[in-house]
């Protein structure tokens, strides 16, 4: 076994299909301890493996196994049946967080609540229709192209039904969408704090890490894409906005490049207490304690600058990591989209929000200043405004537009042995799932580099070299699981992670490679068309291990 603190396991963002993906991989490595003469349990699994880091959707992974002793007990349940995984998931997981007969349903009042929280951007999108001297309206054409087909029937029920019971909430938000996955799917209570000692035993000792990214305008995206995922320039993030009155926050410009996105992650030793601090801060970079923001109401200063490091992130997550709710923190990890949130309204969510309140409170106090700020029409008055700035209201990101792997943060905290764990879409063809991207030699944005050898190209056809297990006859959505090693990874001083320069990682992938099968939505060229597809996927990967003798070879290389 490696040394605790120079391990590390990462699990790739990816929703449901990662974690899909991951758990069936380590039901199917369950299975197949016996025969190295070892009990089916995550502890033997995990033992090598001292970090342990999701980003995304990873961490509904990571989260799972080690705070739900329900998803950690049928992991290990499973893997004894593993014919049957995918039946099993399905059953004790997938439909008890479905289940919408299982909810106190009061429907009405939780919609007029949602719209509520809406009534400015509604008003604001109205007038235009009411007055169309103001703005051209719009026509329906946006909504005439969406795939739909009696096929997808299944999946509107069933997002229909998490709908309903999200709603409960009072809002359609992503912090809370994830807090009732965990609750009802794997009985994690949404209070439940990272450092609780209620956490399974396999995993007490080890850091487990959540990776976020925070929004730092202003500046340009060095890490998303030129398409819909990435943020492009940004001069202020937005905080409120109507047609009458905006927050916003901002830092001074300067004549030097500035990164308007930050990577951060959540850190915690688990089993260390609810009084914890954590073991590596929030954000960590050069880059994070230099950021001294000024929020402003209509263009007018709000107080004096704030330094969110010391202001924000210190109090609310490093101080009192330990009470970071555990669900709050991977909702923070996942929020896909969240660009797309334009704080116009507060009721449907895509961001994360979050301020400097101690003690793990800080989620739940952002999402009360934006109820009382979305919750009557007119300008947020002079003291609530006031208010938002003190306690640094702000959004949080998917971790994925920063680092899919999350190798970064862990490299960056001292591990020089990482296993990767990767989800491949493969439905148009070979495709590395931006492993490659790491490297020196990939395109634009760089700000993903952190090794500058082996080459971008050398990774690429590595990976496309490493041996597979292949799916079992008549299986519908996995089509092969990707093994291997890179052994001479080197550290390119990359500022944004604080990495420094020439440091020797070994990385082991394991590469899931599926098709016709998203992270969660709709899509075309997919026949993907119901979420209890994921229990297929998970039965497949499993079977598919369990029944390959290199299932043994990854073993031995691996983990044991």
């Given at each position: 076994p490696g040394c605790p603190n120079k391990t590390a396991a990462v699990f790739e963002g990816g929703g449901f299909l990662s974690l899909a993906d991951f758990t069936g991989v380590i039901v199917g490595l369950l299975n197949k301890l016996p025969s190295l003469g070892h009990k089916r349990k995550l502890e033997t699994l995990f033992e090598r493996y001292g970090i342990l880091a999701g980003v995304s959707g990873g961490s509904w992974t990571t989260f799972q196994l080690v705070y739900s002793a329900h998803y950690a007990d049928l992991v290990e349940r499973s893997a004894a049946l593993p014919k049957f995984a995918g039946t099993m998931w399905n059953a004790e997981y997938l439909l008890p967080w479905l289940n919408v007969l299982n909810v106190n349903v009061t429907l009405p009042e939780s919609v007029l609540e949602c719209i509520s929280l809406a009534k400015n951007y509604i008003v604001d999108r109205l007038?235009?229709?009411?007055?169309?001297?103001?703005?051209?309206?719009?026509?329906?054409?946006?909504?005439?192209?969406?795939?739909?087909?009696?096929?997808?029937?299944?999946?509107?029920?069933?997002?229909?039904?998490?709908?309903?019971?999200?709603?409960?909430?009072?809002s359609l938000s992503w912090i809370n969408f994830i807090e009732t996955l965990f609750e009802r799917g794997a009985g994690i209570p949404r209070d439940l704090g990272m450092g609780t000692p209620d956490a399974n035993a396999w995993a007490k000792g080890k850091t487990n890490i959540a990776v976020t990214g925070v929004v730092t305008p202003p500046g340009h995206d060095p890490f998303g894409p030129g398409d819909d995922w990435g943020f492009g320039n940004l001069s202020a993030q937005y905080v409120y906005k109507t047609t009458r009155s905006s927050i916003t926050y901002a830092a001074e410009a300067t004549e030097k490049p500035q990164a308007n996105t930050l990577p951060a992650s959540f850190s915690v030793v688990v089993g260390a207490g609810t009084d914890a601090e954590a073991p590596h801060k929030f954000c960590w970079s050069p880059a994070c304690a230099e950021y001294l923001p000024q929020y402003k109401q209509n263009g007018r200063n709000l107080g004096g600058a704030m330094n969110f490091s010391s202001d924000v992130w210190g109090p609310a997550f490093d101080k009192y990591a330990g009470m970071v709710p555990v669900s709050s923190a991977s909702a923070a990890s996942s929020a896909f989209e969240a660009q797309l949130d334009s704080a116009r309204q507060a009721c449907v969510v895509l961001s994360v929000w979050t301020t400097n309140k101690e003690k793990g409170e800080s989620f739940q106090e952002a999402q009360d200043l934006r109820a009382e700020m979305f919750g009557s029409l007119g300008a947020v008055s002079k003291p609530l405004a006031s208010t938002v700035a003190t306690g640094g209201l702000q959004p949080l990101i998917d971790g994925g537009l920063n680092d899919l792997f999350g190798i970064a943060h862990v490299v960056a905290f001292g591990a020089t042995?990482?296993?990767?764990?990767?989800?491949?879409?493969?439905?148009?063809?070979?495709?590395?799932?931006?492993?490659?991207?790491?490297?020196?030699?990939?395109?634009?944005?760089?700000?993903?580099?952190?090794?500058?050898?082996?080459?971008?190209?050398?990774?690429?056809?590595?990976?496309?070299?490493?041996?597979?297990?292949?799916?079992?006859?008549?299986?519908?959505?996995?089509?092969?699981?990707?093994?291997?090693?890179?052994?001479?990874?080197?550290?390119?001083?990359?500022?944004?992670?604080?990495?420094?320069?020439?440091?020797?990682?070994?990385?082991?992938?394991?590469?899931?490679?599926?098709?016709?099968?998203?992270?969660?939505?709709?899509?075309?060229?997919?026949?993907?068309?119901?979420?209890?597809?994921?229990?297929?996927?998970?039965?497949?990967?499993?079977?598919?291990?369990?029944?390959?003798?290199?299932?043994?070879?990854?073993?031995?290389?691996?983990?044991?």
């Open positions: 007038l235009p229709w009411l007055h169309p001297s103001l703005a051209q309206r719009g026509s329906s054409s946006d909504v005439q192209g969406l795939p739909f087909s009696l096929s997808r029937l299944p999946w509107v029920l069933q997002v229909l039904a998490e709908a309903i019971i999200v709603l409960q909430g009072g042995e990482v296993l990767a764990f990767m989800d491949v879409d493969i439905n148009f063809g070979p495709s590395d799932s931006g492993l490659s991207e790491l490297f020196r030699g990939t395109g634009d944005p760089t700000g993903r580099i952190i090794f500058k050898s082996p080459t971008a190209a050398d990774v690429s056809s590595m990976y496309a070299a490493f041996p597979r297990i292949y799916a079992k006859p008549g299986s519908k959505w996995l089509k092969s699981i990707a093994y291997g090693t890179i052994t001479d990874c080197v550290t390119w001083a990359n500022p944004l992670y604080g990495l420094e320069d020439g440091v020797n990682v070994k990385l082991n992938v394991l590469g899931i490679e599926t098709a016709n099968i998203t992270i969660g939505l709709i899509e075309e060229n997919y026949t993907f068309n119901s979420l209890t597809n994921y229990g297929q996927l998970v039965g497949e990967i499993a079977q598919a291990l369990a029944g390959s003798d290199a299932t043994r070879t990854i073993l031995q290389d691996f983990f044991l």
